[in-house]
Nanobody
């Protein structure tokens, strides 16, 4: 089982940017980012599989967020731009060793697997 650790959260004003990091305990070919607000379901933001060329983004992330990886560091990043107060949430990542034919299949597996890290808090003020 791959263990993950999220970092990079913090407080930022609306319109600002943050880059979150997901560091994995071993090389992972499927990594996804999620977020959750208390009282709401966990929301999928995006995923990456294979060599990083296959990506999927959820509706909330399209056009503002991007996922990239540094394989040597076993780290996947979530770059978040043009943040709004609605982006305030705890952000989580999950990972698994195997790859998937599509990034969406990767996301579906990790959503069901529920092997999250501790999360990193993002707070966006208006």
């Amino acid at each position: 089982q791959v263990h993950v650790a999220e970092s990079g959260g913090g407080s930022v004003q609306a319109g600002g940017s943050l880059r979150l990091s997901c560091t994995t305990s071993e090389a992972s070919n499927c990594v996804a980012w999620f977020r959750q607000v208390p009282g709401k379901e966990r929301e999928g933001l995006g995923s990456l599989t294979g060599d990083g060329s296959r990506l999927w983004y959820g509706d909330s992330a399209k056009g503002r967020f991007s996922i990239s990886q540094d394989s040597a560091k076993k780290t996947v990043y979530l770059q978040m731009n043009r943040l709004t107060p609605d982006d305030t949430a705890m952000y989580y990542c999950a990972a698994v060793r195997r790859g998937y034919p599509t990034a969406y299949r990767c996301y579906e597996f990790l959503k069901a697997d529920k092997n999250w890290g501790q999360g990193t808090q993002v707070t966006v003020s208006s």
